[in-house]
């Protein structure tokens, strides 16, 4: 059973729909006991980086998360809140990626950056049977910068990790659940890890 964590982030249809369509079993749900004995998570998110924390924190997950031993997938603000820290608000995240998430910088680009752009330099199981320089969809502000756990680059403005992985640990700064079958794909891959 694959668990959506639910911490009033934003609308959850388009993932609950997505993981419809590959026939995926999932349950949505904030409480700990069935976070814990998932086979698989998926912390999704649209919104600030500070709020997103602060509901965490109000259900006590913050300190559930970084101990999950299922695979876990980090979705756009959920991805970030993986990270150690943002610009956003100035917040303290769950520090399992040592990034830090900036606000896109560039030249002449629009905030927010919204729409399709491709995703290169791949290296995870998420990206296995899809092509590097693939199309995504995108919708954020910030991002969390390049390192050794970069599994994906994007550039927008600049160069920034729009995948991560260590460990059991995945994110991506795109939205696979709105990015059509190739989306899909990544969910399925996804899935299909074990620990």
Known sequence: MTVIIDYNTGN????MSALE?????????SDPQDI???DSVILPGVGEASNAMSELRQRGLEKIVPIIKAPVLGICIGMQIMCSSSEESDTDCLGIFPNKVSRLRGPGIKIPHMGWNN?????????????????FYFVHSFAPE????????????SVFSSALSEKNFYGTQFHPEKSG???EKILRNFIEINF
Not at 120 to 134: V, Y
Not at 146 to 157: D, I, P, V
């Open 146 to 157: 390049c390192n050794e756990l970069t599994a994906a680059t994007t550039e927008y403005g």
């Open 12 to 15: 959850l249809f388009s993932l």
């Open 181 to 183: 079958e190739i989306g």
């Open 119 to 135: 995703v290169e330099n791949t290296k995870s199981p998420l990206f296995t049977g899809i092509q590097d320089g693939a199309y």
């Open 21 to 29: 369509r590959i026939g995926t079993e999932y349950k949505v749900t």
């Open 36 to 38: 814990l004995s998932a």
